[in-house]
């Protein structure tokens, strides 16, 4: 099976600019997970869509991140402005179940957008 | 919030050596699960166990669950250069929210 696709592989930007990033998730999976992972650090959950539907945004800056997943299948992070300390991987996950109804439910990974904010 | 503390944060050795990772908490969980992150990609699920005291083998690597839920092992047998990655643990609480340790960057050099 085709695993879970994201773009660009890398951006570098300046701080106070926009980016976005793109995914587009294992196909008949219904969860999909938006993580950051800074350096050094496991990653970080932004955001956890069931469907189109949120399930979990708690830890997504919401003054500056924004995401969606309009039509329950593809799904874009949006960051503005960026700040110097969003230079991380931004890596995208889905499942096929919720692991809310099932702990064993294995995440699968892209392999990340890099972002670099100078 | 859990907190999941991995030891140690970075290991090097040579290969054919064995080596121990860990991964605790205070904190009781409903699973456990080991992941595998290579430079420039996405972490890759190595393993998932469920019951305390578990104990689950794939190839030269073993996987152990505490009798109590709040942490686990891995350990790797006669380590080889492929083995060479960042190993992350990551823990569900009984609502299903996963988080991450940190992980433990392992180096073989052969």
């Known amino acids: 099976e085709a695993g879970v696709a994201q773009s660009p592989r890398y951006k570098i930007i300046e701080k106070r600019q926009s980016v976005a990033f793109w995914c587009n998730p294992i196909?008949?999976?219904?969860?999909l997970y938006w993580y950051q992972q800074i350096l050094g650090q496991g990653p970080k959950l932004l955001i956890q869509?069931?469907?189109?539907?949120?399930?979990?945004d708690s830890q997504l800056p919401k003054d500056r991140f924004s995401a969606e997943r309009l039509k329950g299948v593809d799904s874009t992070l949006k960051i503005q402005p960026a700040k110097l300390e969003d230079s991380a991987v931004y890596l995208c996950?889905?499942?096929?179940?919720?692991?809310?109804?099932?702990?064993?439910?294995?995440?699968?990974f892209g392999n990340g957008t890099r972002l670099t904010v100078t | 919030t859990q907190l999941l503390e991995q030891s140690p944060q970075f290991l090097s050795i040579q290969e054919g050596e064995n080596l121990t990772v860990y991964c605790n908490s205070s904190s009781v969980f409903s699973s456990l699960q080991w992941y595998r992150q290579e430079p420039g990609e996405g972490p890759v699920l190595l393993v998932t166990?469920?019951?305390?005291?578990e104990v689950k083998k794939l190839k030269r690597l073993t996987f152990q669950f505490g009798d109590a839920r709040k942490d686990s092992s891995l350990h790797i047998t006669a380590a080889q250069p492929g083995d060479t990655g960042l190993y992350l643990c990551a823990g569900a609480n009984s609502w299903g929210k996963l988080q991450f340790g940190a992980g433990t960057q392992v180096v073989v050099t052969p």
């Open positions: 869509f069931q469907n189109n539907g949120v399930v979990d």
């Open positions: 166990v469920v019951t305390g005291g």
């Open positions: 196909s008949g999976h219904a969860t």
């Open positions: 996950a889905s499942s096929l179940e919720d692991t809310d109804s099932s702990y064993n439910s294995p995440l699968h």
